[in-house]
């Protein structure tokens, strides 16, 4: 005969952990923004431990229970149990879809755990048929027949209950428990691959860069030996020249530079000038090329020069310079009203772009080693404007373009002595490297704290079912006539209450609602 104090304990755990399960999974579901499983748990709670708690009434004495109370009693347990089962093969359901889908690692997507229809089937269809055969095979068998116990159960016979509580969920719960375990152990996989990735490419060039833009490092091409050298020479001419170097204050500000007004030569012999005092026609060829590509620079036209323009004492490298006319459609040149004249035949070089480029180097990477850099001499003849074949404006523009979205590379095409020349090509980007705006380490692959809960909590509510089973299963194979009155079933019962508090009010955003009396409050 069981005390009366052990049912006083039994019904203090009971309704506490009732109370304690709604409040934790009410704040669980607004963490989450998760409503149907939460509450549809609660209700089966609610269901078991509500009817339980009414036993008290009668001391919790099923003998001293009126028999339609016992049958009852028997059948909500039971239909509480079934519910509670296809509930926890939904969360194993819904945790599975979010294993399987790429890219939820990286943080918890109630999408997989959100009311469908495919969850119908465990949570109503097959609850209610077990319902329907365990109430038709109890009532048939008038199965309930009071006992010693601490609830009314099916007795007589004992197999009955494998109908119930300790069949239909024991079916469900050890498919759970495989496939729960299965989500566990790959999540620890997964989250020992970041620590080997590490030690096995420490090697590896795919480091954080310092950078303070968004933009991103191209991926280094090697020029040919030809390229390399004729670029040496180009830019080692333009270093030779007798050039003054610009002051400080020209290279801080990058300002249009005014070309004086033409002569009155020139204008004479070009009457178009008129129209445009100061500024310096734009060649039809060239603006063709301009409206065509949308560029930072224009393209020259695959055509040599003119050779009324290029004097014969030229060098084969005068070839790198383009002539005037597509320069002008990129430095536009101002003549002020009060200056005339011919133009003073000296020779000017400041740099197109300041030298807070520098700024833009990555940390850590030398441009010299792996970084094209690219030096473009633009010369504009003064001829164009007036004045003799030696006086001349040129721009000397040298910078990195590793910044650069597109890479301008030289593709020169002459052999056996013959003029070179060369065509802009493109080389895109990785679409790897386009994703990956900023080149940092990945982080490491972490399982969120949310779905973490989640497996641990079929786990266990799994291992709670299968405890359910075990006293009726020992009976059955026993072959008992009068059943265990303290068994297992009865701490499964308490269980089902108080797992949800232990697992999931330890997750911070739930244990941050439940302490509401931390909380800040602003005045």
Not at 45 to 60: A, E, I, K, P, S
Request: one cysteine or more; proline letters at 9%; aromatic letters at 10%.
């Amino acid at each position: 005969m069981l005390s009366f104090a052990l049912k006083a304990v039994w019904f203090s755990f009971s309704l506490s952990g009732l109370i304690c399960c709604w409040i934790v999974l009410v704040s669980f579901a607004n963490v989450v923004q998760l409503l149907w499983s939460p509450l549809l748990y609660c209700v089966c709670v609610t269901l078991m431990q509500g009817v339980f708690c009414l036993g008290l009434l009668w001391r919790m004495d099923p003998l001293e229970m009126p028999r339609a109370f016992c049958i009852a009693q028997d059948v909500l347990i039971n239909i509480g149990s079934f519910v509670l089962a296809g509930v926890t093969a939904s969360f194993t359901l819904g945790a599975m879809l979010s294993q399987l889908r790429p890219y939820t690692l990286a943080g918890f997507t109630p999408s997989s755990f959100s009311w469908h229809p495919r969850y119908l089937l465990l949570t109503a269809v097959l609850p209610a048929v077990a319902s329907v055969v365990y109430i038709a095979v109890l009532l048939r068998l008038d199965a309930v027949v009071p006992m010693d116990d601490l609830q009314c159960e099916a007795t007589r016979p004992i197999w009955v209950r494998l109908l119930g509580y300790a069949g239909v969920p024991l079916l469900l719960s050890i498919p759970n428990l495989v496939a729960s375990s299965f989500l566990a152990f790959r999540m620890i996989q997964k989250q020992g691959i970041p620590s080997r990735l590490e030690s096995n490419s420490r090697g590896c060039s795919y480091i954080r860069q310092n950078t303070m833009d968004g933009l991103t490092p191209l991926p280094i091409r090697r020029h040919s030996r030809r390229s390399k050298s004729l670029e040496f020479r180009a830019s080692a001419e333009v270093r030779n020249e007798n050039t003054p170097t610009p002051t400080a204050s020209q290279l801080a500000v990058a300002t249009p530079i005014a070309i004086p007004s033409p002569t009155s030569s020139a204008v004479f012999s070009s009457p178009h000038l008129l129209q445009s005092p100061g500024r310096i026609p734009t060649s039809p060829e060239v603006a063709s090329f301009a409206n065509k590509y949308h560029l930072p620079f224009n393209r020259r036209p695959r055509q040599s020069p003119s050779p009324d323009l290029r004097p014969a004492s030229r060098t084969r490298s005068s070839a790198y310079f383009p002539s005037d006319t597509s320069i002008s459609s990129v430095f536009p040149t101002f003549a002020p009203p009060s200056r005339s004249g011919s133009v003073k035949s000296s020779v000017k070089s400041l740099p197109a772009f300041p030298d807070h480029l520098d700024a833009l180097h990555y940390n850590g990477v030398s441009s010299r080693d792996n970084e094209p850099e690219l030096s473009l001499i633009k010369m504009v003849s003064s001829t164009a404007v007036g004045g003799d074949a030696e006086s001349e404006l040129r721009w000397a523009r040298r910078f990195s373009m590793s910044k650069s979205e597109l890479e301008f590379v030289r593709d020169i095409e002459a052999e056996n002595g013959t003029e070179e020349s060369y065509e802009p090509t493109y080389v895109r980007r990785n679409p790897l490297s386009n994703m990956m705006r900023d080149k940092t380490t990945p982080p490491p692959v972490t399982t969120p704290p949310v779905l973490g809960h989640i497996v641990i909590f079929q786990i266990v509510l799994s291992i709670v079912q299968i405890l359910a089973s075990i006293t009726t299963l020992v009976d059955v194979a026993k072959r008992r006539t009068i059943p265990t009155s303290f068994g297992t079933q009865h701490f499964a019962l308490l269980l089902a209450a108080w797992c949800p508090c232990f697992i999931f009010g330890s997750i911070p955003g739930v244990r941050q609602r439940l302490m509401f009396w931390k909380r800040r409050r602003f005045s």
